[in-house]
C-alpha cells in the first residue's frame, strides 16, 4: 500500500518561508511524477505544482510562478515544495499527490495517491 506523509506546515508571516516535504513509502516513489495541491477554507483543492520523475520537468500554477519550487530527492524517497514570499491568500491545507505515470499532471483525475495534508497559515 502507497503511503505519502506530508510534513513542514505552520503559522508564519507573510514575506516568510516554509518548505513541505511529503515522504512516500511503497510504490508511490518509483518512476511516478509528483504534485502538490492546495484546499483554502470554503474553496475547491486547486493545483500548485508538479514535477515528473525522475525530476527533470517542472510546472506551476500561475499564482505561485516564481515564488515557489518543487524539488524531489528520489534517494530519499521524498519530494518538496519551497514557499518563499509567502501571502495570506496561500492559507490553506496542501497535498502531496503521486501520479500513475512519471509525466506531469495537474488534474486531480490523474492523481493515484493523495497525502493526508499538512497545514500552511499565512498571517498578513
Known amino acids: 500500500q502507497v503511503q505519502l506523509v506530508e510534513s513542514g506546515g505552520g503559522l508564519v508571516q507573510a514575506g516568510a518561508s516554509l518548505r513541505l516535504s511529503c515522504t512516500t513509502s511503497?510504490?508511490?516513489?518509483?518512476?511516478?511524477?509528483m504534485a502538490w495541491f492546495r484546499q483554502a477554507p470554503g474553496k475547491e483543492r486547486e493545483f500548485v505544482a508538479t514535477?515528473?520523475?525522475?525530476?527533470?520537468?517542472?510546472t506551476y500554477a500561475d499564482s505561485v510562478k516564481g515564488r515557489f519550487t518543487i524539488s524531489r530527492d528520489n534517494a530519499k524517497n521524498t519530494v518538496y515544495l519551497q514557499m518563499n514570499s509567502l501571502k495570506p491568500e496561500d492559507t490553506a491545507v496542501y497535498y502531496c499527490?503521486?501520479?500513475?505515470?512519471?509525466?506531469?499532471?495537474?488534474?486531480?483525475?490523474?492523481?493515484?495517491?493523495w497525502g493526508q495534508g499538512t497545514q500552511v497559515t499565512v498571517s498578513s
Open positions: 499527490a503521486a501520479g500513475a505515470t512519471r509525466y506531469r499532471f495537474e488534474s486531480q483525475g490523474e492523481v493515484d495517491t
Open positions: 514535477i515528473s520523475w525522475p525530476g527533470g520537468s517542472t
Open positions: 511503497g510504490r508511490a516513489f518509483s518512476r511516478a511524477a
